[in-house]
């Protein structure tokens, strides 16, 4: 199975603040890289695919970049709704897989 | 509007078998690819499989051999079915619509919890 290794795994950001977090691969993946917000309690939200795409009515403070093994999903200027655990996961192979998580906290 | 609801047993005992469907609603089943993902409580997220109209399906080796998953067309629907559960298995079970162009999951349901205890 490919492992995605996310870091950190938690970080404590202010509003305004720019935040990166990284996912790395076990092998190369592509471009086959999804991001996902997920808040307590509910569901986890598509946000990017394909590594840098924005799927539709994210907004544009959020983007991705990466191929290969390394990726990163960057929130320009952090807002209050942004504060979650965000989650990366692989479509090149099967099993599909998920990072273990990154929660962005005040 | 795409829309899923998981709906089943809250509660399972050990060794018996897990079964949860998914209702969908605002567009047809036909239309894509379903998943099912699972989160154990304070954990990641884990996918377990996806079913297509036809029944065809792919399951996480992990889980395979405990794994069922089947598809109702006439009622817009697919299930789970999860066998020999232990208290491993407790979990929020989530279905998801398969994105369209890729293994990503673009709408998902709420999410159900599912306990495994006597």
Redesign the interface.
């Known amino acids: 199975d490919i492992q995605l290794t996310q870091s950190p795994s938690s970080v404590s950001a202010s509003v305004g603040d720019r935040v990166t977090i990284t996912c790395r691969a076990s092998q190369d993946i592509n471009s086959?890289l999804?991001w996902?917000q997920q808040k307590p309690g509910?569901?986890?939200?598509?946000l990017i695919?394909?590594s840098s795409s924005l799927?539709g009515g994210v907004p544009s403070r959020f983007s991705g970049s990466g191929s290969g093994t390394d990726f990163t999903l960057t929130i320009s200027s952090l807002q209050p709704e942004d504060f979650a655990t965000y989650?990366c996961?692989q479509?090149n192979t099967?099993?599909?897989?998920?990072?273990?998580?990154t929660k962005v906290e005040i | 509007q795409v829309q899923l609801q998981e709906s089943g047993p809250g509660l399972v005992k050990p060794s018996e078998t897990l079964s949860l469907a998914c209702t969908v609603s605002g567009v047809a089943i036909s239309s894509s690819y379903w998943t099912w993902i699972r989160q154990p409580p304070g954990k990641g997220l884990e996918w377990i499989g996806y079913i297509y109209y036809d029944g065809s399906t792919k399951y996480n080796p992990s889980l395979k051999s405990r794994v069922t998953m089947s598809i109702d067309t006439s009622k817009n629907q697919f299930s789970l079915r999860l066998s020999s559960v232990t208290a491993a298995d407790t979990a929020v079970y989530y279905c998801a619509r398969v994105y369209s162009s890729a293994w990503y999951s673009d709408y998902w349901g709420q999410g159900t919890l599912v306990t495994v205890s006597s």
């Open positions: 086959w999804g996902y509910r569901a986890p939200k598509f695919y394909a799927q989650y996961q479509a099967f099993p599909l897989t998920f990072g273990g998580g």
